[in-house]
């Protein structure tokens, strides 16, 4: 089997995915714009072949990467990058080389537009928030009228909480319709609820490998517009009702042999057209692994290895990886540089060094979401994890 890997180097633990694909005995091949002699031994460890192009946006430069392992090494048989950045060009690679094992262009289009996904959630009975294209001024004004403000505006295909605002009130959307967009935005109505995700691997048959939720105390676009302090963990258990839904929004949306994180809001009040308190909400479904070190965030919490189980569905179309194992909260906490601290690193790991499952810097194009330095702990209550958190953020 020849699988090719995008960006294998980057986020920096991506190769755990390339190393488990060739363990099961695939033939993995690596695209990425990092030049070789900087790549981890790891990385090229984890590959048979390692091709480097000068920038992976220039789709040439991809396209005859891959038409170069086709020659060498036969037909593509998978090719994949776990990355929200490039799923529509692992799309159309797909597409070029008749790799039919993932979603061409037309499918990955479809899933990547927060327009076109109201009705697969519609399908599946999992209610969403209005929503309304920001492209004629008149219908976006009289959605305003019905629905009321405050209102949340966001690209129509983005990625994480970037471009993303909130419309307080009719002065500011006539500043939102005048401003210049470079793409498609929409707006939706405002929900207040706690955000939440779940994430699993399906399976050839619509079916998830194994399931986790994860929680996010903290308001994500807030974080990111006034560089917020932030902090989430995992469960390590799934609400069966999160988990019926989710369930259900992979069935409608046709997702198959993939890896899915979806946003879900939990009600925090009554919605009238939404639920009650307490009910799930779909936000949005990303047909990808969770992004960051979050992948190694649900291995922590559960005791398995997600990469080992994404590889065999990959090679063997199953897995019998996600065997029950201690389950802990998996609690990620972050200071900015921008910020002092009242606590050092060195008081941090003397408090909590025997529960940190990983630390240490944040890549510079990620931070602006997740902070500067990290620290993650497995602890078996939350509220461990919200003292943690706290004792991490406490400022000097």
């Known amino acids: 089997m020849n ?97 039919t094992t993932g979603a061409g262009s037309a499918q990955m289009s479809q899933w990547q537009s927060k327009a076109e996904m109201k009705p697969l959630y519609a399908a599946a009975g999992v209610p969403t ?49 005048a401003s210049e967009r470079d793409e498609p935005y929409v707006l939706e109505e405002f929900v207040t609820g706690d955000i939440c995700s779940y994430e699993a691997i399906i399976d050839a048959n619509g079916e998830p490998l194994f399931e986790n939720q994860s929680e996010y105390p903290v308001d994500i676009a807030a974080t990111v517009e006034d560089m917020l302090d932030v902090w989430y963990y995992t469960c390590p258990t799934v609400d069966p009702a999160l988990s019926k839904l989710a369930r259900a929004t992979v069935k409608s949306f046709g997702i198959k042999n993939r890896f899915v994180h979806m946003e879900f809001f939990r009600l925090t009040a009554d919605k009238a057209g939404l639920g009650k308190k307490g009910d799930y909400v779909g936000l949005e479904v990303n047909v990808r692994a969770p992004g960051g070190y979050d992948p190694d965030m649900v291995n922590f919490a559960h005791s398995f290895d997600l990469y080992q189980i994404w590889a065999d569905m990959v090679t063997f179309g199953s897995s019998d990886h996600a065997a029950d194992g201690e389950t802990f909260f998996c609690v990620y906490a972050s200071q900015r540089d921008c910020h002092q601290y009242a606590h050092t ?44 958190a706290t004792y991490v953020h406490e400022r000097a």
Request: a negative charge; charged letters at 25%; one cysteine or more.
């Open 345 to 388: 690193h060195e008081q941090i790991m003397g408090r909590y060094g025997s529960d940190v499952c990983m630390q240490g810097r944040m890549a510079d194009v990620l931070s602006d979401d997740l902070g500067n330095t990290f620290y993650m702990v497995r602890l078996k209550s939350i509220e461990e994890g919200e003292r943690f």
């Open 129 to 177: 928030a209005r929503q309304v294209l920001l492209d004629d001024p008149a219908e976006v004004r009289a959605f305003a009228k019905k629905v009321g403000y405050p209102l949340f505006a966001k690209p129509e295909r983005g990625v994480g909480a970037g471009g993303t605002a909130k419309v307080s009130d009719a002065a500011a959307l006539e500043v939102l319709l």
């Open 3 to 99: 699988v090719v890997f995008i960006s294998p180097q980057f986020p920096d633990t991506y190769w755990n995915w390339c190393d488990r694909l060739r363990k099961n005995g695939a033939t993995v091949l690596g695209i990425g714009d990092t030049p070789y002699n900087m790549v981890a031994q790891e990385v090229k460890d984890s590959l048979d072949e390692y091709f480097w192009v000068s920038s992976l946006e220039d789709y040439d430069q991809v396209f005859r990467a891959v038409a170069f392992f086709s020659w060498k090494y036969g037909k593509i048989d998978w090719l994949e990058s776990q990355n929200e950045y490039w799923l529509g060009q692992d799309a159309r690679l797909r597409d070029d080389f008749h790799i």
